[in-house]
Structures are given as structure tokens and as C-alpha cells.
């Protein structure tokens, strides 16, 4: 009895914070290879510790070939190894195509990013995002081509809740409103991390997407960035009977 009384109560794990909706999956896309059909020649160029550009040129037999030029500025504020603050991001192609988005933190726990994207010097997209990061739980608002003379906007929300330091609860609901049609879509996500292995789960209206990563070796991981990559890729869809393959150069 005195040993008990006199024991200290145990404390739970931290739940921590979940992170983004939208990165409730990064880990599985991380692992899996991107595609790629033709050839294509990256040319990365760092200036400064803030701003570095890279030039694209990708020959298609299949799609549209052409040259994208992009540039990144990346400001003093760094969070973590992917997180810095302000951060701005342009993407051009041959055809004058746009795709440009800001990032900044307004404070320790609010960060709000800008997208915007024409098509041949007329814009199709412009998007607003506002994202609260607390302690256990995060919360996101969207708005997506707001027109107030149309009378049409999309809305997204997303909130996950770090129920314990491995279960993370949480929600997705989309609204879409234009002349004649109105409607909303939920979809319910769930996230177990265990000490090798995760696993992950969304469920809505339009079907569900699960997938789960599981880390074989300490040693086995990314390759640190080398000043010339070959990278070779291929693709196979038995069920429409469709193979792509390729190969990239990455200088820089």
C-alpha cells in the first residue's frame, strides 16, 4: 500500500498535432515512383539561399511536349525541413500557362496560402486557404472561385483531432454552389500510427481510399540530393492494356 500511494501517476503520450488533411496519405505517395512517359531534362539552378529556378524541358509521344520554367522564393522563417516562411511559387509554360501560389504565417498557429492558375493569359482558378494549427487538433477553410456576381463558390472544410498519440480522427466536408445546382459531400478519415507502420483510411460518398506504410529498415530511405539523377520509370494497366515508360535527368 505504501509503495502504491507513494508511486507517481503515469502519464499518457503527447497526442500532438495531426497535421493537414491533405497529408494524412504523404507518406505511402513518398515511396511510390512518379510516372513518367518520354523524356524529360530538369535543370535546377540555386541563386541564393532564397531563390532557386529550374527549367523543364519533356518530349511526349503521347501528350503535349513543351518547356515550364518555375521559380521559388523561400524566406528567413523555417518551422521544419519542408516548412518555410513566406513562400512563393511560380510555374510558367511555352504556352504562357500560370500556376503561381503564396504561403506565409500570420502567427504560431495560422498560415494561410493564395493559389492562382490561367490558362493562356485568363484565369480559371484563384483559391484562398486559411489553416489553424492547435495543439491536438487542426481546422482548414477553403474557398475556391468565389464569384459574388455569379452567385457561385466552392467551400471546403477539414478538421482532425488527435483523439490519442496514435488515433487521429477527422472530416472533410465540400460545398459547391452555382446558378442551378447546390450540393455537399462528406467524407470521414481515421489515421493509426504504430512505431513501424501506418495506416490510413477516408470513406465518403464518392468511395473510399485507404493505404497503409510500413518501414522495413532504419537504413532504408531517401537518397540525399546528388548533382545528377537519372531516374527511369514505367507503367502498366493490364485491364486497359496501356504500358508508358520513360526516363528523366535532374542537374542541379
Known sequence: MGNAAGRAPRR???RGNPGSFDELHRLCKEVFPPQME???LIVTKTLSSHFQVTHTVHMSTLGPSGYRFN?????????????????LVGDMDSAGSLNAQALHLLGERLRVKAVFQSHQAK?????FDGEYRGDDCTATLTLGNPDL????VIVVAHFLQSVTARLVLGGELVYHRRPGEEGAILTLAGKYTAPKWVTTL???YGGAHASYYHRANEQVGKLPPLPVTLALGAFLNHW????HCGFSVTVG
Open 202 to 204: 477516408n470513406v465518403g
Open 149 to 152: 456576381l455569379g452567385g457561385s
Open 71 to 87: 521559380a521559388t522564393f523561400v524566406g528567413d522563417r523555417q518551422l521544419s525541413p519542408t516548412e518555410v516562411f513566406p513562400t
Open 240 to 243: 486497359r492494356n496501356r504500358f
Open 38 to 40: 518520354g523524356v524529360k
Open 123 to 127: 484565369f480559371v482558378t484563384w483559391q
Open 12 to 14: 499518457g503520450e503527447p
